[in-house]
């Protein structure tokens, strides 16, 4: 199955990506996160990436573009994957539309999560992830059992560096100009699925396994 979660950035998607990537089996792909990698190894595209991404601004469409290609066609991919962040504009969903043409693949669903503008802000200001497995956690919503250390693998708790207000209010803004473009894309495509965002994390991942099911065939 190919999924695309949609949605601001703040609603939940890496969680609740997390989540359907056990239930389905297959691999989440999180732009974001191969991107923060590459800035952590000082890559070339990472050197690249940091300022844009530290602004709360895109990366170019090309270096994402290539970056993602290679990435699905990785073997773990074969069965399926769930895409965190990509596409992100008109023309990275016009490109993922002809790599799926060329390797004979078909997207089965996009996920739109939808959360007010204001618990989006206090979701990503309180937001700590861990360095090492990606996990998300809140300050106060969903604190880790330590304070600073990551339930699953023990790794460091730390706020990523996009996440001060500031800057949240101007990727909200980028999500408006920039993203938002697709959910009329993916609707008239019959693709877009949209879930109520607000709740427990337990209660939105039901809402999702609902229409994945539906899809699916799956329990
Ligand atoms: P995220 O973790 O998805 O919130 O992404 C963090 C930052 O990485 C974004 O604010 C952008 O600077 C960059 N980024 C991630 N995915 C993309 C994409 N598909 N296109 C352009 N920039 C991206």
């Keep these: 199955m190919i999924v695309v979660l949609l949605g601001p950035p703040g609603v939940g998607k890496g969680t609740q990506g997390m989540l359907i990537s056990k239930y389905l089996h297959i691999p989440l792909i999180s732009t974001g996160d ?3 990698g590459e800035v952590r ?18 990366v170019s469409d090309d270096l994402i ?15 399926g994957f769930i895409l965190d ?18 390797d004979n693949l078909q997207l089965d669903a996009v996920l739109l999560f939808d959360v007010p503008e204001e618990e989006i802000i206090r979701r990503l ?13 809140h300050v106060s919503y969903n604190p880790p059992h330590k304070e600073g250390i990551c339930d699953r693998c023990g790794g460091k708790l730390i706020t990523r560096d996009d996440d001060n207000e500031e800057t949240v209010r101007r990727r909200i803004v980028v999500y408006q100009d920039a ?17 109520d965002g607000v709740g427990k994390v337990e ?7 609902n229409v994945l099911k539906k899809l699916n065939g799956y329990n």
């Design 34 to 36: 191969l991107l923060r």
């Design 41 to 58: 190894e000082q890559t070339n595209l990472g050197k690249i990436a940091k300022s844009f991404m530290d602004k709360g601004e895109l």
């Design 179 to 195: 993203t938002a473009p697709l959910i009329s894309f993916y609707k008239k495509q019959d693709r877009l699925y949209t879930i």
């Design 125 to 137: 200001t309180g937001r700590r992830v861990c360095e090492k497995c990606g996990a998300v956690y």
């Design 203 to 209: 209660e939105i991942f039901e809402r999702a396994k």
């Design 85 to 102: 962040g990509f596409p992100r504009t008109l023309s990275q969903a016009k490109s993922l539309e002809n790599m799926f043409l060329r």
């Design 65 to 79: 573009i290539e970056m993602i290609k290679k990435r699905i066609r990785r073997k773990d991919c074969a069965e």
